[in-house]
């Protein structure tokens, strides 16, 4: 049962009286956002003002937060990973597949380029643990939520000690599968760049995917079949991990339910999480047809950290996808 908190101006009158509990400051204010106000807001709020809300802290305490790609996939690399056996089925597929009841209250990469951690095991494992365990309560699903720093310091590169120099999908999905992963909450909060993992190590292996394939023949989407890949994935309840171009206006689309699909500057590559597609959305100008994606940019970027992107847009961003197999 949501609080009676609907009305914007109750909404900010509420998240102020938080800030003021937790003394916020501008230092901590990004922080704190990401591990207390958001949750709070997702838990009392029907529908949370996101953007009214990152209005008043920015006013206040001068909050900004950073929008960091990170995600290093060549085409050669993505060519590797096995392929995911052609479909022999015989069913159709539905017009339409979600996984958003799965996923957790999108969180946040911060200051570093480690949206391959978030998109790979904060995002897709832990939406194919709520898949296995039937979650679907986001806040029960947020409290098992996999660890994005767990598997960036598995994948990180030796030179990267600030964690800014990003890293490789096929990296993260491999060792999901051979090492492992641990719970977002077993290790410190804020999100840390070098924890010591070590002691977690063993424990890990109890949380290994079963595996992983490549959803398009080569980079981007070049054939009905690769779409179909994708689409086939989802409808499976598998989480996808995708490569995407990282446009300006994507950066940009704060508040947007749909990406305007402006290819305009391009600030390298970055890794999302595909959670589901609609044969029948409605993209507001003539056209039917989006997936939908979650982001590790937080809950003011987009639609509550979600957002669709029209089919003919997709074919344009989209460079990579990857599947996850849960074990039995």
């Known amino acids: 049962m949501y609080i009676n908190a609907q009305s914007k101006e109750k909404q900010i009158e509420l998240v102020e009286s938080i800030c003021e509990t937790l003394n916020v400051t501008p230092e901590n204010v990004e922080d704190i956002f990401s591990q207390h106000i958001t949750p709070y807001c997702v838990l009392e709020f ?21 929008r ?34 799965y996923c957790p209250i999108p969180g946040h990469q911060g200051k570093y380029a480690t949206c391959t951690g978030w998109a790979t095991s904060y995002a897709a494992r832990t939406i194919s643990w709520a898949v296995k365990k039937n979650l679907t309560n986001v806040h029960d699903i947020t409290n098992q939520a996999f660890s994005p720093s767990f598997v960036f310091a598995l994948i990180k590169s030796n030179n990267n000690d600030n964690c800014l120099n990003g890293a490789y999908i096929d990296q993260g999905v491999k060792a999901m599968k051979e090492t492992g992963n641990i719970f977002h909450a ?14 977690f190590l063993q424990d890990a292996k109890l949380y290994a995917i079963k595996d992983y394939k490549r959803l398009t023949a080569n980079s981007g989407i070049n054939s009905p079949e690769d779409f179909e890949n994708i689409k086939r994935a989802l409808a499976e309840k598998k989480p996808v991990i995708g490569q995407i171009k990282n446009y300006e206006s994507f950066c940009q689309s704060k508040g947007c339910k749909i990406w305007n699909g402006v290819c305009d500057e391009m600030d390298g590559y970055h890794a999302v999480c ?55």
């Not at 077993?186 to 993992?197: F, S």
């Open 46 to 66: 029907e529908t949370p003002y996101w953007q009214d809300i990152a209005s008043f802290l920015h006013t206040k305490y001068a909050f900004n937060p950073p």
């Open 274 to 328: 595909i959670i589901g597609y609609d044969d029948n959305f409605d993209n507001g100008d003539g056209t039917f047809g989006a997936v939908e994606l979650m982001n590790s940019w937080g809950t003011i970027w987009g639609d509550g950290g979600f957002i669709h992107i029209k089919y003919q847009d997709f074919l344009k961003i989209f460079s990579c996808g990857v599947s996850l197999s849960d074990s039995k």
């Open 186 to 199: 077993n290790l410190p909060m804020p999100y840390q760049c070098n924890p010591d993992i070590t002691s």
């Open 68 to 101: 960091l790609g990170g995600e290093l996939m060549t085409p050669e690399r993505y060519e590797n990973i096995p392929h995911v056996p052609k479909s022999r089925s015989l069913t159709p597929l539905p017009s339409a597949a979600s996984l958003k009841k």
